[in-house]
C-alpha cells in the first residue's frame, strides 16, 4: 500500500535565476556551485542555503485552524537548535516561506528558490492530514528543503538497487506519474555540491520511504519520522550556531576568475 504520494520539490525552471538568487542572498552557495563546465549531469549544482544568521518570516496563507498552523510551527521547532536562523512566525500571508496547508500534496521549494515565487504564490505545501502519524515528520521534511536541503536518496553515493521496473509500474498506475517524473523524484543523483560534506545517511528525514518491494534483494528504508544526527550535522554547518560548528566547516575560497566563469545549466539530461 502506498497512501501517501511522496514529496516533490518546487522545480525552478530558469537555473540562471535560480543561481542569482542563491548568490544574491548568500555568496557562501557560490562555493558549492559548479565552475568550468565540470558538471557531468544535468541537474542544478549550486546550493541553495539562506543567509546565516538572518531572520526567516514564516507566514500561513489561509490555514484551516489556529490548531493546524500551531502544530505546524511545533514541528518546524524541531530545526531551531541546529541553524542560527530567526524562526519568525508572522501573521500576515507575506513571509519568506509562505505555507499552505492544503491536501493532499507534500511540497516546498529548495532555499533560496522560494525567493523566485510570487508573492501571491505559496513556497510550500503540506497536504498530509493533522491526524496522520506522519504528520509531523512531513512538515520536518517539507521545511529542511525550506531551509536548503535536498531529497537524501538523491545523495551521490546513495547506491540503492532499485527495482526500476515496479517503481514505474506503481507510480505510473497508481499515482498518474509520468515517467519523467519517476526519474526526477526518485532515479536522478545530485551532484556531491548539493549535499555537501555530509555522507550519505538512510536515516535522514529528508530521504523517501523505500518499500522493499523498489528495490532488489533485501533493502528498504522506513519512514523515518525524527532529524537525524546527521541532518543536523549538515544545519550546523551551513548555518553554525557557534566556533565548534564553524571549525568543522572551513569554507573553501574560490577566487574572481572562477567566479567571472562559473557556468549555467540548463537543466536537460
Ligand atoms: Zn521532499
Known sequence: MHPLAPCQVIGIFDPRASYEAA???N??????????????????THSKFWASHRTLKIAFINPPSHA???AVINAIKHWQNSINLTLEFVDDATGDIRITLEAPANYSAIGTDATLRQPHQNTMNVGTDLMHPQFEATVMHEFGHALGMEHEHQHPHADIPWDKPKVYDVYLHNFNWSKEQV?????RTLDAINTRTTPYDKLSIMHYKIPNEFTTGDWSVENNSTI???DRRLMRKVYPRNKEDRATSPPPRISLAEIKFATFITGNT
Open 228 to 230: 537525524s544526527q546527521k
Open 27 to 44: 555568496p557562501d552557495n557560490l562555493q558549492n556551485s559548479s565552475t568550468g563546465g565540470r558538471q557531468k549531469r544535468g541537474v542544478a
Open 23 to 25: 548568490l544574491r542572498e
Open 183 to 187: 526519474d526526477h523524484n526518485f532515479f
Open 68 to 70: 493546524h498552523r500551531n
